[in-house]
């Protein structure tokens, strides 16, 4: 089994559904296998919400089909119970051919064209009952039509579709691999390997004119392996890395590559690559067949293109390779021949055990292909074995042949394969409508005349051909040959054994080709057409998951279409005859649809397709008896029809009944009246079968105004031979004539004319054809719209010689040939046409004289409708003139541009090209208004909309002024009003008079737009002497487009004006001033008042609503909490050894349990037990601090990695920090010794903090973790009661000033209902996915995600193992939903730019919401990085916050005082007190009446090395201790929640938590606290509780002091403990290797001290031996 690109990714499954869907006549199948089946994607015209789109919604998409008035079509699918009729509808109007219950192709049962006959069927619409609207719920979804579903869009041009049962649609474009859903949804993005950023290209590629070979940098894309054990895998190449090919797993595209090669495939964008894998003989894994184009002439190698294969590499073509190695082997390989120039490989497919790669030689300097397309085969092997090569000829019908090959496509089952080939176009070779064709070849003929004989590549049997080495030629199935102007891709499968294709082409059209048991085409139908006319893909994919659709990618979009348009056919006869085998006619209801949208009722097969015959169409026939009665019989393919009657169309009364039993036929008799009453003009005919009814209609009023028999017979009248009339069937006429001439009129019908095969027509042998000589020049206009065109004129000679011109179109080959009939001979020269309207396509025209030979007269291009893109300028002044520009596409088939204004339609001279329309704006001055006027174009009769042209007044011109430039040249600035014209050089003439009515054109420089005036510049130059023209200039014209005026000079006042009004207007100037100022003054005295009293009001508001939280708030602590999460002893001691190194955890968390204790190094073997020398570590620690380059950090370094090195040696470390401890002593004794152990400046000092947290990590964790923990968790619970700003994190209620919100909101509490989906399927459903939530409505939404997202993490545990950032929330609004986000489109942007968050205010959520919480499908991404461009709560100082707030807070944040919320500070201690006690006293406790051995033994021997030194002070000892216990340990642990368990500490909470540290140690200092009251808060907010915690810190202390001291045989036991606990935790070895090199950094000075230091000669040569170690191992580079 195999992969092959789009067409073959598909064969097998699709083989397998083909088989299983076909089945016979009446049966279950389906209608197709190869293609996709519909989506259910709603249909235009439908009445549900576009709401609701593909998968969701099918039952309220069914109910909503009542809206409207659409009952009729909505209850065509509902089974009826039989019964009588209801009340009959009114009779439509006289003529009016009505056929509700068969669609027109615009949705289900929406039909307004033609049916059977004059009369309409419709479904029975009375009161709807309880149970028919059951059974509308539970109807299907309607069909989709082609354009239901919007397209996805890259950024970049596709370059590779596939599609795959499990992972969806794929698609490369750009850099990027997309994956969407089957309805184009998008899923995920990810970038290729090695390319950084977005999906752009890494550079530009313009493309080639077609048909030349496209450019891209996605050269594979092939999923592989479905269903297997392994899963799926995806197989993808790119130009970039060399030619690089990953490998990854088809369900988790978002991960790292399983396996990775560079040169597997062309690492060119113009190179070509076509790929293949295939499971290997004997299931030896997945091979990977590749043929590329490794190697291009320099000339075409893009600039910055990484292509550097070896030269072995160079002549390579084709490679075999195994998937789960990409590993080439030397018999991997086929070579091109020398000579034989570049390769093109287009596509490649297994077929019988064989891998095929169609191609074809081209020339990249020449943009040429020399040769004719040819195919290579090769074995499905593990090694590349040539099987031999064809050639394809696919030229007939072009004179030059078709060389290049753009398409390919295998439909395995009937084994044939299709191409699409073109002929070059370019040049002096200009496009023709045979151009391109579509050539079906048999694959057992393929395969039987290939030759082993190599003319491109390199086999073992060359040398045995000799000079003959050209392929076999293979000619294609002349039938199903389909010739066209522009195709480019195709794609086929089989449905009930037809061959059906589809076709792309270069105008985006996609064709649909139906081939019969013959194998001879048909006319291609169009279903579907691209809006922009993009060229489609060269890849059609089809949908794997439903037959009913097909992927249609073109330039950088991805469309999903429906395979067939059955709702154009709008009767059975017609669904049938149109032989599409995807369509069928549904009883049920009544239209032409899939087979899957035909709902079966009972069991009972309701659905004909095409292999049924037409005469089991249901069909009434109404026929006259006899002379006293007509028959009215329901005709068709039927097995019960159990009620039967006729009624009048507009009363109630029945004409006939029939109730009938199985297998009874279905008619009854009417006794024909005397005369034809108005019971008798239109009747409705009732029909119920066994499990579907339906009524029709049938108007005969207008059957008197239809004069031939035909026509009357199609209208279900009656034609009466012997009257020669046609008449309503209850009129009096003999029944013989009656049944006979119906017959004979139906017999008679003009069959429809048969396909035609070329341009030659039949000649008259009457005619001599040298009699006449006839010459065609030319036809104007070579191209026209799909309308058609009614003055085609033709150029030639002799017209007037011929009594019989026709006019031959020839377009695409299997469809007929137009014959059109002159319209009007002109002259001798010049003769009309009138075309009718055709589809878009070329045509080949010919002239046909009197029968004669047709004379060839050029092609004739039938191009869409044109269309508007843009116009400028926008706007232009009433009097018109001005040059108007339209931009768009097809101009060049535009009758006349007409402008709509008012009541009347005028037409504009035009200048036209393909995409560009220049007229003169009209003149609108006398026109009454002056609104605007619509442009038009006319094609044909048919007016298209282009756009809106606005008229505004007439330019106001104000002055203008001259001013000299040297003395040659005069410069002229012309002043006129602002105004939004977009005047340009073009538009405007400007002539300046002087002297005598003397005048000089002035040109045009630029226009200046100005705050008040517009300036325009223009200049005289080339001027003898500008002094005269400067002197007595006197005005100048001005012509823009109809308007010219005349512009006066600027007026220069004179000095006697200015000394008379200058006093006036100081006086005024002074008074108004003094005015002002006084109203002013008062004014601003009022609103400070105003002011004064707000600032009053609300200091007396927060002050009692402090008092008031203060002594009624109580926060609900919840005492339990879950387990608590500690960090594992690991982690524990790497964050506290290197709280500001994180970059070494990862180095010691190396699996030890998994090292063989045996494989430890020599050189770090000897380290080890060097540093277990007592002495010469004491004397390396000592010299290391003597040096000045060795800093605190390195200290602090090299104590934690000795911590490390010696963790399961505890008893010796702790002797090495006593040796310490009293060599600080020594040193801090001579200066003060209050201040030993109070910084980390030596190695001591963090080793004791470290040796610390070691001992005391099981009492940290069994007796303070928790109530530290609820400390922690209680903080956060009374931040988060009140408001806090998202952006500062800043908060109402806290510990810390610093931290104060205080310019705080008005905020309330909301209550939510969260509901969260069930995300995995196999989850436990007592899992509570709905959860009550309270938030604030000033919180933003990530603010209310995460205490929505906290509280189901405490009520249930983990959130189905999702994050924060991979969930959404969304406002439940009715049966809709509002994704709630931060930023939005409805975000408020302060006038200074700044971006206010949205709030849950902001989506104004009341009390009792529901909000759904969902998972985020792809691309998901940390929440939003704030900048200084948004705000939340602390808006920026503007009058925007006035805006914001509304005048209920007006000025209100301008008068906040920060020390109004200070009581909120006390409140937050208030709520925390009891669980800060309780933490406090669980550190100072005694459990048992014992303590800590750790701290014990350090007292004990603090207390003793006092005794030894003679310290009588018991202050020294007491701040001793202090510094070595609560400030070296216990202050790092409270500020440090995070280092004990798995918890994120947010800036705000490190800010309490310092409040609380800062109060602790407090609690231990011997110094008496003298607080004012301008002391800083955090010091005031302790104060009162401070002496007692000293008292008990006091007691703490002397109940240590006061208990049996240890003995040196219980210490050692408890080390040795836990150096046994800690045990293979961590990485000795790096530790050691870390020592080593601050040793060999100092080897020199660590060296000189053991010399001089006597008994340290031992260690002196082991450190030598050491550094020989390591020396010798860095040369074998080992490290």
Known sequence: MGQAGACGAARSRVAKRRRRAWRPRGGRGRAGSGVPQPGGAAAPGHCPSPHLSAGRGHRAAAAARLCDGKMKEATSAAPQIPGPPPSSPPPPPPGLAEARGEGDGRGAGRGRGPGPGPGAAHFHNGSVNPLLLLLLLLLPPPPAAPEGAPPWRSEQAIGALAASRGAGVLVASGSCLHQLSPTLRAQRARLHGLQPGNCSAPLALAPPARPRPPAGFSKLLLPYGEGGAAGGRLLTGWTFDFGACEVRALGNLSGGALLRRREVVSCHPRGSTAGAVYRAPGGRGWYLAVAATYELPPAQVLPGSQCQLAASDADVAITVQNTERLFLEEDGRLKLLRGAGSLYFVDAFLWNRSVYFPYYPYDYARGAAPRAPAMVRIAQSTRVDFQGQVALACGRGHPDGRRLLLSSCLLEPPGLWAGVFSAAVGGARRRSPATTALCLFRMSEIQARARTCGSDFQTLDNHNCGKDTEPNAVQPIESSTVIHSDLTSVYGTVVLNRTVLFLGTGNGQLLKVILDENLTSNCPEVIYEIKEETPVFHKLVPDPENNAYIYLASGKEVRRIRVANCNSHHSCVACLTAMDPHCGWCHSLQRCTFQDDCKQVDNIQTWLNISSRTQECSQIQIIRSSHSQTSVSVLGNFTKCLWHSVTPASTKKDLCQHKGQSQDSCSCNIKNPKTVDKDFLAISVWVTYDSWNFTRIFNFTNCSSLRECSVCVDATCAWCENENKCINPFTACDPMDYRKNQNVCRASRKPPLSRGGGLQAKKNPKINPDSQVFSIQSIMPEKVSTLGKSDMIVIGTNFTQASNISMILKGTSTCDQDVIHVYQVLNDTHMKFSLPSSRKEMKDVCIQFDGSDCFPAGTLSFVALPLCSSIFPLTTWISGGQNITIEGRNFDVIDSLIISHEVKDFSVLKECTETQCNFLAPNLKSSKSRSNVNVKMKVQDVLLDCSTLRYHDDPQFTGYRVDPLGLTELEVKIQKENDNFNISKHDIEMTLFYGENEQQNCSFENITRGQDLTTILCKIKGLSSNSDIFASSKKVRVRLGNLELYVEQESVPSTWYFLIVLPVLLVTVIFVAVVVTRYKSKELSRKQSQQLELLESELRKEIRDGFAELQMDKLDVVDSFGTVPFLDYKHFALRTFFPESGGFTHIFTEDMHSRDPGDKNES???????????????????????QKSFSVKDRCLFASFLTIALQTKLVYLTSILEVLTRDLMEQSSNMQPKLMLRRTESVVEKLLTNWMSVCLSGFLRETVGEPFYLLVTTLNQKINKGPV???????LYTLNEDWLLWQVPEFSTVALNAVFEKIPENESADVCRSIAVNVLDCDTIGQAKEKIFQAFLSKNGSLYGLQINEIGLELQLGTRQKELLDIDSSSVILEDGITKLNTIGHYEISNGSTINVFKKLSNFTSDVEYSEHHCHLILPDSEAFQDVQGKRHRGKHKFKVKEMYLTKLLSTK????????????????????????????????????????????????????????????????????????????????????????????????????????EAPTNKLLYAKDIPNYKEEVKAYYKAIRDLPPLSSLEMEEFLTQESKKHENEFNEEVALTEIYKYIVKYFDEILNKLERERGLEDAQKQLLHVKVLFDEKKKCKWV
């Open 1164 to 1186: 770090l073997t000897a380290l080890d037990a060097l540093i277990c020398n007592k002495s010469f570590l004491v004397t390396v620690i000592h010299t290391l601090e003597k």
């Open 1285 to 1291: 700003d998202v952006i500062t994190s800043k908060a």
């Open 1470 to 1573: 208030v709520a925390i007190h009891s669980v800060l006690e309780k933490l406090f006293r669980s550190i100072w406790s005694l459990p048992n009446s014992k303590a800590p051995f750790a701290i014990k033994y350090f007292f004990d021997f603090l207390d003793a090395q006092a005794e030894n030194k003679k310290i009588t002070d018991p202050d020294v000892v007491h701040i001793w201790k202090t510094n070595s216990l609560p400030l070296r340990f216990w202050v790092n642990i409270l500020k440090n929640p995070q280092f004990v368990f798995d918890i994120k500490k947010t800036p705000h909470i490190d800010s309490c938590l310092s409040v609380i540290a800062q109060a602790f140690m407090d609690a231990f200092s011997l110094a008496e606290q003298q607080l004012g009251k």
